[in-house]
């Protein structure tokens, strides 16, 4: 049934999986999954991350899964620990903010019939990725307080206690 959904061109699942949201500023052509086994068919790539900040968002795991999904996402490859100032928090939380909101509210539009048009998304944008911003900071400062680098094991204990609220939609 699924790959019947993915092959379908009028496919609602298709078109999520496929749209800027999961593409966009792929961070490296590597991390992109190839749903019709072409890799010159760029244009039908899920960006990896993105399909995984998604889950988190939306799985039914616990805190700690999430959180640790999350590090694992920021912390591409084995590092046993995460410094605040860390560049793929930076770039990745705020595009999980999106996919938290935006994204949802594109595709229930969409469903409705009240798409709203790429001027109007792109002013909406300006103004969201303000207020992203201010939460990723109150993010990291809930989650690291005054240190500057936390373990692998502190930061996902943060996450997923007293900050568990910054990993759900």
């Known amino acids: ?3 019947r959904e993915l092959s379908s061109e009028t ?3 298709k078109r999520m999986l496929l749209s800027p949201y999961l593409q966009r500023d792929a961070p ?3 991390d992109k999954l190839d749903l019709n086994n072409k890799p010159q068919d760029s244009e039908k790539k899920i960006w990896v ?6 889950g988190v968002l939306y799985s039914q795991g616990s805190s700690e899964a ?4 999350f590090f694992e996402i920021v912390q591409n490859g084995l590092n046993e620990s995460i410094a605040s100032q860390d ?5 990745l939380y705020p595009r999980l903010l999106t996919l938290a909101t935006v994204f949802v509210y594109h595709f229930t539009g969409a469903r409705l019939g009240k798409a709203i048009s790429e001027e109007e998304e792109r002013k909406e944008m300006v103004v969201l990725d303000e207020i992203f911003k201010d939460i990723l900071e ?3 400062d809930s989650v690291f307080g005054l240190q500057s680098k936390l373990t692998r094991s502190e930061f996902i204990q943060a996450l997923a206690g007293p900050a568990r609220q910054y990993l759900d939609p």
């Not at 999430?66 to 999904?69: E, G, P, R, Y």
């Not at 560049?87 to 770039?91: Q, T, V």
Request: no cysteine; aromatic share 4%.
């Open 1 to 3: 049934m699924f790959g």
């Open 11 to 13: 496919s609602e699942l």
């Open 28 to 30: 490296d052509k590597s």
């Open 49 to 54: 991350s993105g399909l995984l900040l998604l």
């Open 66 to 69: 999430k959180a640790s999904t």
């Open 87 to 91: 560049k793929d928090i930076s770039e």
């Open 138 to 140: 109150k993010m990291l």
